[in-house]
């Protein structure tokens, strides 16, 4: 039986399986940046992580005046058979990621593909890939929010804004231009916002809105 | 070895096959454009995950 048994056999003989793996670690390596299926992306994390793991011991120790470790380099030369990226992973490699106690590759799932509906992910560098802009994250602060108190921001920041907008609604025939410039202006930043962060919230009460608009002209 | 007397009608493999049932995939919201997309993946609209681009013109 084969209960508990760790990893995957991605379909392929032992022999078959290892080559792929080294494949794809060399290939992560030298792009930093690979596309595959989810199970090989997942399946090369662990190969690759236990080889860098060892280039970056290597490289601590003879930063910290060890002689070169010759053995790392070649137990790592077994599956990495590419003597440049072998030179690149003990130097350049390793010292991006000496700081890091493991994690240094990031695996970001992409949904499926069209020919074969094979779940694809990206497997990439964590140091090779930094770049984030906090803006299209959402907040900490949102994500720790109740769904009772995000409609509850939601029904007010609404509430707030019918407010606004009624005035100026039965105030529609007076000539004063300046007002509705205000008011539109008032409008669209608010709405925008709400549109933007509380998507399945803001229908119902954006619809109740018109209702009312109507209902003052009327 | 025990074997069935009988075999089943359609009727009783349908009425079995009644509880298959699929189910649809939970879907949320890319917290950077706004389009639907399943969790824990990369936005097919714009391309962000967890503030990063993950979907361009090299891969
Ligand atoms: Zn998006």
């Known amino acids: 039986m084969r209960h508990n048994v760790e990893g995957r056999k991605l379909k392929r003989t032992a022999s078959h399986r290892r080559a792929l793996l080294r494949a794809l670690t060399v290939s992560l390596l030298r792009h930093k940046r690979i596309r595959t299926t989810e199970a090989k992306a997942k399946e090369a994390r662990r190969f690759a992580e236990a080889i860098i793991t060892r280039a970056k011991n290597a490289y601590l120790a003879e930063q910290a005046g060890s002689a070169t470790n010759i053995h790392a380099r070649r137990v790592v030369a077994r599956d990495i058979n ?100 205000e008011t539109t202006a008032a409008e669209t930043a608010p709405v925008a916002d709400a549109a933007t962060e509380e998507q399945p919230t803001t229908e119902a009460p954006a619809a109740e809105t018109a209702a009312d608009g109507d209902q003052a002209k009327g | 070895m025990p074997n069935p007397k009988r075999k089943h009608s359609k009727s009783r493999r349908d009425k079995r096959r009644t509880h298959y049932k699929a189910t649809a995939p939970a879907f949320g919201k890319c917290p950077n454009c706004g389009e639907t997309k399943l969790h824990h993946t990369a936005c097919n609209a714009c391309g962000y995950y967890n503030g990063r681009v993950i979907l361009n013109s090299t891969l």
Do not use: C, H, W
């Not at chain 1, 440049?84 to 240094?104: D, H, N, T, W």
């Not at chain 1, 920041?157 to 529609?172: G, I």
């Open chain 1, 82 to 181: 590419d003597a440049a990226i072998l030179k690149e992973l003990f130097s350049e490699i390793a010292q991006k990621v000496a700081g890091r106690p493991g994690g240094y590759t990031r695996v970001v799932k992409l949904g499926q593909r069209i020919g074969d509906g094979a779940r694809v992910a990206i497997l990439e560098l964590v140091d090779y890939n930094t770049e984030r802009d906090e803006n299209a994250v959402r907040s900490r602060a949102k994500r720790m929010m109740s769904r009772a108190e995000r409609v509850a921001r939601s029904r007010a920041k609404q509430a707030e804004l019918e407010a606004k907008q009624t005035p100026a609604v039965a105030q529609e025939e007076a000539p004063a231009e300046e007002a509705v410039i």
